[in-house]
């Protein structure tokens, strides 16, 4: 299939045409044509899918027929991070080249007047994350009564980071009839939950397997002792020459403390966080994509919407307490097609960790020593504590089943 059948307007495939897009991606080719033919749709799309393009080319394609001089806000795309928010603001930027249309961008963590200023001048289309949003519905800042298209990117993590009540204020100051997108990545009760409250008779569309890693992506498990960690990843970053090495944590600190020691190995790198400014984060992440930093270590709310078509290396330093997010991380290499290789670095105390992850790929990952980082058999790594996060997760996958959970007698 090609652009030319999806029925685009000119000024958008001479955008993409420009951007090197040949053919579209097989969520572009499901959603395209649902999009303008005014559906609501429930997408399962990893990133690096192509999702973005799959609903912005066709909200412009329906706002250029539109000729409200006025210019209220047609669309709204919402997004779990400042990261994400970013990155869909300039794809619809670049999409939306030869078009006269306007784009605004709403996130935290920066000055608000900017945003005022932009939306003052009138907006066709505002990408925003959930609490900056609020704010500005607050402030009177914005009028969403005349949308006509929503889209919820991410939608997995925008409820897995609590966004729920924000989202329901939101709902409540939109027009009822309107078209709804939802995105996500992972699918679980939760999600068929919210898509119920929100999406009317929707089509639903599934590019890969539910809960599917990135295929192209290759996954090797290393068991090592937790302490050990830091070497090896300096001596496979080191010895294989790797540049544009991503590496998880699960905590903040352990990515300032991972970023400082491999620094002192000589590897240039840095970390992104949320306790970093806006600022420092772009920074960090422009420093990265140019190669001048080679390794960068991100918690996984920070590394959301981290787009780099060829990063080929993920390291997971620690397995992620919620197993999907171990998905959302892998997903960050092997985007558009290239190979990708994702490394976990699993110690004995965090096995059950990786059967949480197995459990949802529906696969074994096979774990192998490296020679030289065996791990010590003679000792016995503290067993990783089980995250209250996980358990209220838990909890509210089977109230949504309506499974009773008991609470166990002290
Ligand atoms: P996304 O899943 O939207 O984050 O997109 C992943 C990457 O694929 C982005 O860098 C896009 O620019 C790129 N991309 C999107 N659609 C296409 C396409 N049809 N052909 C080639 N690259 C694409």
């Not at 068991?223 to 090896?232: A, F, H, I, Y």
């Not at 918690?299 to 997971?316: E, F, H, S």
């Amino acid at each position: 299939m090609s652009f030319s059948s999806l029925a685009l307007d000119k000024s958008l495939t001479d955008a993409i045409k420009a951007l090197g897009y040949e053919n579209p991606t097989p969520i572009q080719q499901q959603a395209i044509p649902a999009v303008l033919a005014g559906k609501d749709i429930m997408a399962g799309a990893q990133t690096g899918t192509g999702k973005t393009a799959a609903f912005a080319l066709p909200i412009l394609q329906q706002l250029m027929k539109a000729t409200d001089a006025s210019r209220p806000i047609s669309a709204l795309v919402l997004t779990p991070t400042r990261e994400l928010a970013q990155q869909v603001y300039k794809s619809f930027l670049s999409y939306a080249q030869n078009t006269q249309l306007n784009v605004a961008v709403a996130y935290g963590g920066v000055s608000i007047n900017n945003q005022i200023a932009a939306l003052e001048k009138g907006a066709d289309i505002l990408i925003a994350t959930p609490g900056r949003l609020l704010d500005h519905l607050t402030k009177e800042n914005v009028n969403l009564s005349q949308l006509q298209t929503i889209v919820f990117d991410e939608a997995d993590r925008m409820l897995d980071m609590g966004f729920k009540d924000e989202i329901d204020q939101i709902l409540s100051r939109l027009p009822s009839k309107r078209q709804t997108l939802l995105f996500s990545a992972t699918f679980d009760d939760a999600i068929f939950k919210l898509s119920k409250t929100l999406l009317n008779n929707p089509l639903l569309i599934e590019v890969n397997q539910r809960n599917a890693a990135a295929t192209e992506v290759e996954q090797l498990v290393y068991t090592v002792d937790s302490d050990r960690k830091r070497e090896l990843t300096s001596f496979l970053i080191g010895s294989k020459n790797w540049h544009q090495v991503l590496i998880f944590t699960r905590t903040k600190q352990m990515a300032d403390d991972l970023a400082k020691e491999m620094c002192k190995d000589g590897i240039q790198t840095q970390s992104i966080h949320g306790d970093k400014s806006q600022g420092a984060r772009e920074r960090v992440l422009a420093e990265f994509k140019q190669g001048k930093t080679r390794a960068l270590v991100a918690t996984d709310v920070a590394a959301r919407g981290i787009d780099i078509i060829d990063l080929q290396y993920v390291i997971n330093y620690e397995l992620p307490y919620v197993a999907e997010d171990y998905i959302h991380r892998i997903g960050r290499t092997g985007r558009a097609g290239n190979a990708g290789l994702a490394i976990s670095l699993m110690s004995p105390s965090e096995e059950w960790l990786l059967e949480a992850v197995e459990k949802v790929l529906d696969s074994t990952l096979l774990k192998q020593w490296l020679p030289g980082y065996e791990p010590d058999l003679s000792k016995q790594d503290q067993p990783v504590k089980r995250s209250n996060k996980s358990k209220q997760k838990k909890h509210a996958r089977n109230k949504a089943l309506g499974i009773k959970t008991t609470k166990k007698r002290r």
